[in-house]
T-cell receptor, first 115, second 111 residues
Framework: DAGITQSPRHKVTETGTPVTLRCHQT?????MYWYRQDPGHGLRLIHY???????DKGEVSDGYSVSRSKTEDFLLTLESATSSQTSVYFC??????????????FGPGTRLTVT | TQLLEQSPQFLSIQEGENLTVYCNSS?????LQWYRQEPGEGPVLLVT?????EVKKLKRLTFQFGDARKDSSLHITAAQPGDTGLYLC???????????FGSGTQLTVLP
């Protein structure tokens, strides 16, 4: 199993509060991703990173920001949480040196509830 | 608009039966992957197919990539309760490092 951890695993927060989710990897993979998973929508990409301090937006980036100051850590911040951001959030990593470099390995997820 | 359409969305079968799950798109993908996800866990990669017409087998699971690289199928022979889970296909396009995921097929295999 790829060494990916997410923290916290569960969080309940109130509307309007800031929330930060952390993804930590021990694989030294270059690429890291944040997804949200909602019923009927599969996995949707929020933001991704292709190196330290290099990030880009995915298809559902509004209301989210990310930071990557070290190879091993990728942080997802909800600046002001809303009920529509209640979801399960997954972090994934990918290795760029292999031909099949699109393969992604996922963390265990964080269940976030915004009340 | 879902770029990758999976069907069926839900499937409940008896142990021992065969089944096929489909992943279709109007877009061409450079590679396509299948993942399985169990409740409370992240998706786990099953296979990657890259070449049009490619067939890969993983024990009782057979994966096929369409000749035009726009669609894929997953066939399970003699399904077992341990096959129960959410099956997700994901396509990569061009040089982008992003994957587009289908909405998934929830499979339940009853003993």
């Amino acid at each position: 199993d790829a060494g990916i951890t997410q923290s916290p695993r569960h969080k309940v927060t109130e509307t309007g509060t800031p929330v930060t989710l952390r993804c930590h990897q021990t694989e030294n993979h270059r690429y890291m991703y944040w997804y949200r998973q909602d019923p009927g929508h599969g996995l949707r990409l929020i933001h991704y990173s292709y190196g330290v301090k290099d990030t880009d937006k995915g298809e559902v980036s509004d209301g989210y920001s990310v930071s990557r100051s070290k190879t091993e850590d990728f942080l997802l911040t909800l600046e002001s949480a809303t009920s529509s951001q209640t979801s399960v959030y997954f972090c994934a990593i990918s290795e760029s040196r292999l031909r099949s470099s699109y393969e992604q390995y996922f963390g265990p997820g964080t269940r976030l509830t915004v009340t | 608009t879902q770029l990758l359409e999976q069907s069926p969305q839900f499937l409940s079968i008896q142990e021992g039966e065969n089944l096929t799950v489909y992943c279709n798109s109007s877009s061409v993908f450079s590679s396509l992957q299948w993942y399985r996800q169990e409740p409370g866990e992240g998706p786990v990669l099953l296979v990657t197919v890259v070449t049009g017409g490619e067939v890969k087998k993983l024990k009782r699971l057979t994966f096929q990539f369409g000749d035009a690289r726009k669609d894929s199928s997953l066939h399970i022979t003699a399904a077992q309760p341990g096959d129960t889970g959410l099956y997700l296909c994901a396509g990569a396009r061009g040089s982008a490092r992003q994957l587009t995921f289908g909405s998934g097929t929830q499979l339940t295999v009853l003993p």
